[in-house]
């Protein structure tokens, strides 16, 4: 594929624009400053440089980001900011969007695609893919509420009970808690139907990908086909 062509599908403008960035050499390829926007390079594992950053070659931007609070998921956000402020710009030009949301307050592993199919696949409600949450509550848990939250609660709004598929007491207020849904509000909802409050709410994993300890709050990280494999989702 022309680099011309592979810097404009990965939202470093118009073609024109890209060819003026080529010219201008601020694209390497191989360590190598490449200044022809029409050269021909084999895609399979490029990886090209713009003004100093690595760029894989990516038909589809897949990536996850540690959502720190004070972000919305929304593309037009209300009342902070879009957690898509927190990519580089080109990223934000692939019109990349997060699969599923968290709350405002909410913090950790968000995934962010521009794969349709992928955010299709995996916000699908049938697929059932769990989410954990680690959920801080303003009064001690007891069994009595673990119990209740696995046999199901009822959400107003909703006709049938919700049930957790894990949920766990790891500290005096600490919760851990297994959704396959992902209905607004779903963890706080349920543990407010148990009689306690959600003051704190973390998302450590979706499927078998957890959160990684190194990815701080507000950083990002492209997902690598191990990662897809751990989401349950292979092409
Ligand atoms: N459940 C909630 O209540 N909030 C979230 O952000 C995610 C799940």
């Not at 699969?99 to 968000?110: A, M, N, S, V």
């Not at 894990?166 to 509000?185: D, F």
């Amino acid at each position: 594929m022309q680099l011309e062509r592979i810097l404009q599908k990965h939202g470093f403008g118009s073609r024109r624009e890209c060819r003026g960035l080529i010219r201008r050499d601020r694209v390497a390829i191989n360590g190598q400053v490449c200044d022809d926007p029409f050269v021909e390079l084999d895609i399979e594992g490029l990886i090209f440089t713009v003004d100093g950053v690595d760029w894989p070659y990516a038909e589809f931007a897949t990536l996850m980001l540690n959502k720190p609070a004070g972000y919305e998921c929304s593309r037009k956000p209300k009342h902070h900011a879009s957690v898509l402020e927190l990519l580089p710009v080109p990223l934000r030009e692939r019109d990349v969007q997060p699969i599923g949301r968290l709350d405002e307050d909410t913090t950790g592993l968000l995934l962010i695609t521009d794969d349709g199919q992928l955010n299709h696949v995996l916000s699908s409600a049938k697929r059932k893919v769990p989410k954990v949450y680690l959920a801080t509550t303003k009064h001690p848990l007891d069994q009595a509420q673990i119990d209740q939250l696995l046999a199901g609660v009822l959400l107003a709004d909703e006709y049938e009970p919700i049930s957790a598929a894990a949920a766990e007491i790891v500290g005096e207020n600490l919760l851990r808690l297994t959704l396959t849904e992902g209905k607004y509000h779903q963890v706080k909802r349920m543990v407010a139907a148990v009689s306690n409050r959600v003051e704190a709410l973390h998302r450590e994993a979706v499927g078998e990908l957890t959160l990684p300890p190194d990815l701080k709050p507000g950083e990002w990280r492209w997902l690598s086909a191990a990662d897809l494999q751990k989401l349950g989702y292979s092409k």
